[in-house]
T-cell receptor, first 113, second 115 residues
Framework: AQKITQTQPGMFVQEKEAVTLDCTYDTSDPSYGLFWYKQPSSGEMIFLIYQGSYDQQNATEGRYSLNFQKARKSANLVISASQLGDSAMYFCAMKGSARQLTFGSGTQLTVLP | DTEVTQTPKHLVMGMTNKKSLKCEQHMGHRAMYWYKQKAKKPPELMFVYSYEKLSINESVPSRFSPECPNSSLLNLHLHALQPEDSALYLC??????????????FGPGTRLTVT
């Protein structure tokens, strides 16, 4: 069975500062992928970044980077230079041998001006 | 183009109505998904279609009936719904090759209210 844990229900960050959203996972699959999605209040789930379990380097996409620590089973999302438009719900998700994504409970990020 | 479209954006229906939700993608993806999402909760998988065949049904009540007419389209037919079925319904698509992991791209969702 797969499990994703996001322990921060809500986070606040000052505009232009960096913020880390925590994600830990549990799986017995040797090969898996980790994803982060952003969901603004409008509802659409926006794909942000992907990390494969065998990738040697941490994934980066613009202001987003994934701090992947395989031994600790953590896949934290780092957002640099926060913007007001970053205020949203953020979901960590994992896909292993099963066809479906397993989502965490989400973190509501609020960027303060 | 990573766009998945869904119609309608909002839907209000009575418990005796029959309605359909539509989803379309033109990314050449061969896997399509329906999710149900309640407020402040993560999406819950309902159905997965792979190469236009239903591959996963997560014990969804029969009042929800999926259909995949072709590789670009996915429908969700609704009949005799209950008020607790009110939620955001999200469609997603992804590439689908055995042994590979691909990201899913989501549509904007349909906000369904059952009265």
């Amino acid at each position: 069975a797969q499990k994703i844990t996001q322990t921060q229900p809500g986070m606040f960050v000052q505009e232009k500062e960096a913020v880390t959203l925590d994600c830990t996972y549990d799986t017995s699959d040797p090969s898996y992928g980790l994803f982060w999605y952003k969901q603004p209040s409008s509802g659409e789930m926006i794909f942000l970044i992907y990390q494969g379990s065998y990738d040697q380097q941490n994934a980066t996409e613009g202001r987003y980077s994934l701090n992947f620590q395989k031994a600790r089973k953590s896949a934290n999302l780092v957002i640099s230079a926060s913007q007001l438009g970053d205020s949203a719900m953020y979901f960590c998700a994992m896909k292993g041998s099963a066809r479906q994504l397993t989502f965490g409970s989400g973190t509501q990020l609020t960027v303060l001006p | 183009d990573t766009e998945v479209t869904q119609t309608p954006k909002h839907l209000v229906m009575g418990m005796t109505n029959k309605k359909s939700l539509k989803c379309e993608q033109h990314m050449g993806h061969r896997a399509m998904y329906w999710y149900k999402q309640k407020a402040k909760k993560p999406p819950e998988l309902m159905f997965v279609y792979s190469y236009e065949k239903l591959s996963i049904n997560e014990s969804v009540p029969s009042r929800f009936s999926p259909e995949c007419p072709n590789s670009s389209l996915l429908n969700l037919h609704l009949h005799a719904l209950q008020p607790e079925d009110s939620a955001l319904y999200l469609c997603a698509s992804s590439q689908d090759r055995s042994g590979q992991t691909y990201e899913q791209y989501f549509g904007p969702g349909t906000r369904l209210t059952v009265t």
